[in-house]
């Protein structure tokens, strides 16, 4: 387990905080503040056991340079309204300045102060001096709050923890302990789907996971590439042609270790990649030539609905069909619904799947929905995160 902000006296001390202010911004204002409604609970917790707050975000990718676009202003304008509170927006284009840590040096417990944009320095992606020195030293304790670059090891992210106790703030937290507690001891049945357009994004994840689920159902573009694998005709449906042996590879790995490795049994098939399309039924072993799979079958549903009814922990990555077409959106709702129903663990990782249970109004139905895309699916491969790793141990 990792340590986190309770398990440190943050009193009188200068905190550190990485936080995931990477809100969309639209000609200049904030489009959608959650990533900064998030972050809340950590800040207010710091600043009621009397921390000074010294907060750090990256925004865009402004590529190791200052881009007034990328500025982190509007964010320090909006947290302050959210907060209640003043919050000194540390402006300069070179993140740390010799103003900046004077700023820093005042700053008076329960006071919170906001960074410009980490990535206006290029040291930062590559996680090297000056920068992690100049940040350490405007601060005592590092607090890593921002799960959705705790994949990659950055000075923000995981350089700091070299110079200074490093534990997570709340948001980090939640997504250890689903993501791990799934992962590690999940309750049984464990089921995952897994979709999406490509198998050789997910490949590294549904190996990781056949050595943990009960059930591992199949749906979305790869199943093509499996169904091909098979030795079936996918007419014009999505196929990762460099992954049709692995695909192979796994299905009989599956069989050898019990896992059972659901194939989606037919499919709603169009001619073009259009929500206009005329659209037919076709089994898997009888996929109509011309056509393409665009969303699973009402059969392939009944058959993964029983299944998930009866899992006690669910973890699903990557939409089952094109959702984002009403007419090819029926199998993605109707897995949504049917996690939804449960009474199992569900967590949902992947960018896309997190906007389906939100499109389909079940997002408050599920246990936890990961918010970082690339981060979660590393996670769920079995790899150690480095903005997690570095924490300390309680
Ligand atoms: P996530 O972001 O949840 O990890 P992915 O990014 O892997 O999910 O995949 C999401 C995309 O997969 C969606 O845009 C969806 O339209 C697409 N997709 C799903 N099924 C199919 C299909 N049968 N053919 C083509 N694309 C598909
Ligand atoms: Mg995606």
């Given at each position: 387990?990792?340590?986190?902000?309770?398990?440190?006296?943050?009193?009188?001390?200068?905190?550190?905080?990485?936080?995931d202010?990477?809100?969309?911004?639209?000609?200049?204002?904030?489009?959608?503040?959650?990533?900064?409604?998030?972050?809340?609970?950590?800040?207010?917790?710091?600043?009621?056991?009397?921390?000074?707050?010294?907060?750090?975000?990256?925004?865009?990718?402004?590529?190791?340079?200052?881009?007034?676009?990328?500025?982190?202003?509007?964010?320090?304008?909006?947290?302050?309204?959210?907060?209640?509170?003043?919050?000194?927006?540390?402006?300069?284009?070179?993140?740390?300045?010799?103003?900046?840590?004077?700023?820093?040096?005042?700053?008076?417990?329960?006071?919170?102060?906001?960074?410009?944009?980490?990535?206006?320095?290029?040291?930062?992606?590559?996680?090297?001096?000056?920068?992690?020195?100049?940040?350490?030293?405007?601060?005592?304790?590092?607090?890593n709050?921002a799960f959705g670059t705790a994949h990659r090891a950055h000075?923000?992210t995981a350089?700091?923890?070299?110079?200074?106790?490093?534990?997570?703030?709340?948001?980090i937290?939640?997504e250890v302990?689903f993501l791990g507690?799934a992962l590690e001891?999940?309750?049984?049945?464990?089921?995952a789907?897994m979709?999406g357009?490509k198998?050789g994004d997910k490949i590294p994840v549904i190996k990781n996971l056949?050595k943990k689920?009960?059930?591992?159902?199949?749906?979305?573009?790869?199943?093509?590439?499996?169904?091909?694998?098979?030795?079936?005709?996918?007419?014009?449906?999505?196929?990762?042609?460099?992954?049709?042996?692995?695909?192979?590879?796994?299905?009989?790995?599956?069989?050898?270790?019990?896992?059972?490795?659901?194939?989606?049994?037919?499919?709603?098939?169009?001619?073009?990649?259009?929500?206009?399309?005329?659209?037919?039924?076709?089994?898997?072993?009888?996929?109509?030539?011309?056509?393409?799979?665009?969303?699973?079958?009402?059969?392939?549903?009944?058959?993964?609905?029983?299944?998930?009814?009866?899992?006690?922990?669910?973890v699903?990555n990557g939409?089952?069909?094109?959702?984002?077409?009403?007419?090819?959106?029926?199998?993605?709702?109707?897995?949504?619904?049917?996690?939804?129903?449960?009474?199992?663990?569900?967590i949902i990782g992947g960018g896309?799947s997190a906007?389906?249970?939100?499109?389909?109004?079940?997002?408050?139905?599920?246990?936890?929905?990961s918010t970082g895309g690339g981060a979660s699916l590393e996670f769920l491969e079995g790899k150690e995160l480095p903005g997690i790793v570095c924490l300390?141990?309680?």
């Amino acid at each position: 387990m990792k340590k986190t902000i309770r398990d440190i006296d943050v009193s009188g001390k200068k905190v550190l905080v990485r936080c995931d202010f990477n809100v969309p911004m639209k000609d200049g204002k904030i489009t959608d503040d959650i990533r900064i409604t998030s972050a809340l609970p950590t800040i207010r917790y710091l600043i009621e056991n009397k921390a000074a707050v010294i907060l750090m975000s990256h925004m865009g990718r402004p590529k190791g340079e200052p881009k007034p676009e990328f500025t982190l202003k509007p964010v320090a304008e909006r947290l302050e309204e959210l907060l209640g509170q003043e919050v000194i927006f540390a402006q300069s284009d070179v993140v740390v300045d010799a103003s900046v840590e004077a700023a820093a040096a005042a700053l008076q417990p329960g006071q919170v102060m906001l960074l410009e944009n980490i990535r206006y320095r290029k040291e930062e992606t590559k996680n090297e001096e000056p920068l992690t020195g100049q940040l350490a030293a405007l601060g005592e304790i590092f607090v890593n709050d921002a799960f959705g670059t705790a994949h990659r090891a950055h000075c923000s992210t995981a350089g700091l923890a070299a110079y200074m106790p490093a534990v997570s703030g709340f948001l980090i937290e939640k997504e250890v302990k689903f993501l791990g507690d799934a992962l590690e001891d999940p309750e049984r049945p464990f089921v995952a789907i897994m979709g999406g357009a490509k198998v050789g994004d997910k490949i590294p994840v549904i190996k990781n996971l056949m050595k943990k689920v009960d059930v591992l159902l199949i749906g979305g573009g790869m199943t093509y590439t499996f169904v091909k694998a098979m030795g079936y005709d996918i007419g014009t449906s999505l196929l990762d042609e460099d992954n049709i042996n692995l695909a192979g590879e796994l299905l009989a790995q599956a069989r050898q270790d019990g896992v059972q490795l659901v194939i989606p049994v037919d499919s709603v098939c169009a001619k073009e990649f259009s929500n206009d399309s005329e659209r037919i039924i076709c089994d898997s072993e009888n996929m109509a030539e011309g056509y393409m799979g665009m969303d699973i079958g009402p059969k392939t549903v009944e058959l993964y609905t029983d299944i998930i009814a009866k899992a006690k922990t669910v973890v699903w990555n990557g939409p089952c069909g094109v959702f984002e077409m009403p007419n090819f959106e029926a199998g993605t709702k109707a897995i949504a619904q049917a996690l939804a129903d449960s009474d199992a663990v569900t967590i949902i990782g992947g960018g896309d799947s997190a906007a389906a249970v939100e499109q389909f109004g079940v997002a408050d139905k599920m246990t936890h929905i990961s918010t970082g895309g690339g981060a979660s699916l590393e996670f769920l491969e079995g790899k150690e995160l480095p903005g997690i790793v570095c924490l300390e141990e309680k």
